[in-house]
């Protein structure tokens, strides 16, 4: 048991109350705050200098990346953002104007997705930057996407190009709101989850909420460019494969849904997503853990998922 | 001007939508949801080790005190909680058994206040514990009670006593939710905040929000005898006065209300929370800032409060 499991396990106990539909352990919480059509998200999500960004990286797009990141946990639940605070916690004699910039780099993101921000606080963390946001969404009653719903025979999809986004595209998070909210309006999408942690391990999670494994298909996995540019640069860099499952940070959408939807999914989204790709990386299927079929054959997939206290 | 009036004057062009009734400015944002007879708080609140807690500070109380805290914003509205979201940055190896004690100790806060824990996140500070509470709550339709309704004539009152909470007071913080409720429930309360930064500093971003000033009686603070304690025990201490205008985190309510009404305001708290102290302390006056009177006449008060850049 490592050090997540044992403070998974302590937070199960959690107070609740009857506003609480889902608590811990999704992208969001899911609320019933008395609104008969809607149900309501909550997710706070922080970056770190020195582990989610450098020192030496442009504030607006420490700003960018903090409030994209936290807009991908509502868009994992196909929901819509309300209202955003901003927590920051900053070296003393910190530069007003670089504070200014992390706010104007949170500007465009909060506006193409309509979140206000409505306040926050700022503190001191005196060795470096310590940027959350605290994010309150909804979306319709019923129809929140959770981790659990995974069913084997479901073929697995994810957006977009994986592995080797710290080489620069973390700081272009592009929360995929509105890629959610098509899917969750034309699909029966059973299980969905952002990609923050790599491949692996957010599969992972929603195979051990939903009961159920997984079989990938290696020559199917959507290796980024990065990555592949990474292993060829140098040989102590990660195989690209390896990279699209581990790297983490890609913040896409992985998703199951009736294979029987595979084709028209696909169709679909090419239409109206024509700059976003979209592959499908294999199915669900009874059992647990992963399994990835290569030229080899079929391998378990004993690869970690990005964990940050490796 | 000084960083905080910088970031302050910044944060004021944020990004807006129509359900935000308050936005940044006040103990929380007040946001519209689409409920009838309620409008929805949402807040955050941090503790950071070394400015709000020690390293050796007992983890069930940086978990009450997190919570608290929070909660204090929460009544500073005459709101009642919902839910909370907990974040946490720990140094890598930091052992799980005190992350379980924090939470251990957030627990009873949170039953005392039928308040749901319902996710959060552990992410590295390698130096240090950040700990910030997101929380939800909810007010009976336009009855928050907010920082800018003081008008001239109002007496000003307190809870508790103010000073040298850091002696260990603050790892105690009571928040008065109940106090607040029944203040609202039974009196036109025209603006209230709780007591983070210090009375003067506080008293301040009233009268600031309010257009208006304020007339102190010395002799009437409530000095807590801590700040008394230390006055007398060093002669380097801050004065106990000077200790109850500034030292912060007392987390009791400061709030003004129509002169009229000290008397039955005074007798009802008596009956209903006879451990807690109430005070009246000065009058809201026409024009700015903040005098007090003492035996030798008024005088500008030109202390600030407890400021975290200092």
């Known amino acids: 048991m490592d050090e997540f499991e044992l403070i998974r396990k302590l937070t199960r106990s959690l107070p609740t109350n009857d506003t609480v539909a889902t608590g811990v352990g999704d992208d969001c919480a899911v609320l019933d705050l008395g609104v008969p059509d809607r149900q309501f998200l909550f997710k706070t999500d922080a970056v770190v200098e020195g582990i989610h960004f450098l020192p030496d990286t442009a504030p607006e797009k420490i700003g960018h990346k903090a409030l994209a990141r936290a807009l991908s946990d509502i868009a994992a639940m196909a929901g819509t953002p309300i209202a955003a605070l901003v927590t920051l916690g900053l070296p003393k004699k910190f530069d007003p104007e670089r504070v200014a910039a ?43 996407v959770l981790r659990s719903g995974a069913k084997a025979g479901d073929a697995i999809f994810v957006s977009g190009d994986l592995g080797g986004s710290l080489s620069g595209r973390h700081l272009e998070v592009e929360p995929r709101i509105a890629e959610a909210h098509w899917l969750a309006r034309h699909f029966h999408v059973h299980a969905m989850i952002d ?116």
């Open 102 to 144: 992390i706010y104007q780099g949170m500007k465009p993101v909060a506006d193409k997705f309509g979140v206000a921000i409505v306040g926050g606080e700022t503190t001191t963390n005196p060795e470096r930057v310590f940027l959350s946001i605290a994010l309150l969404g909804w979306v319709p009653r019923g129809k929140a």
């Open 195 to 310: 990609l923050s942690d790599g491949l692996a391990g957010d599969l992972r999670h929603v195979l051990q909420h939903s009961g159920v494994g997984a079989e990938l298909l290696a020559t199917s996995i959507p290796v980024s460019r990065a990555a592949r540019q990474a292993a060829k640069a140098s040989t102590s860099a990660k195989p690209p494969l390896l990279a699209a499952l581990t790297d983490g940070e890609d913040f896409e959408l992985l998703f199951t849904l009736p294979s029987r939807s595979a084709v028209p999914l696909l169709d679909g989204w090419k239409e109206q997503f024509p700059k976003v790709k979209l592959t499908c990386i294999g199915k669900v299927v009874a059992g647990e853990g992963i399994t990835i079929r290569d030229q080899q054959g079929v391998r378990k997939l004993s690869a970690h998922g990005y964990v940050h206290f490796a």
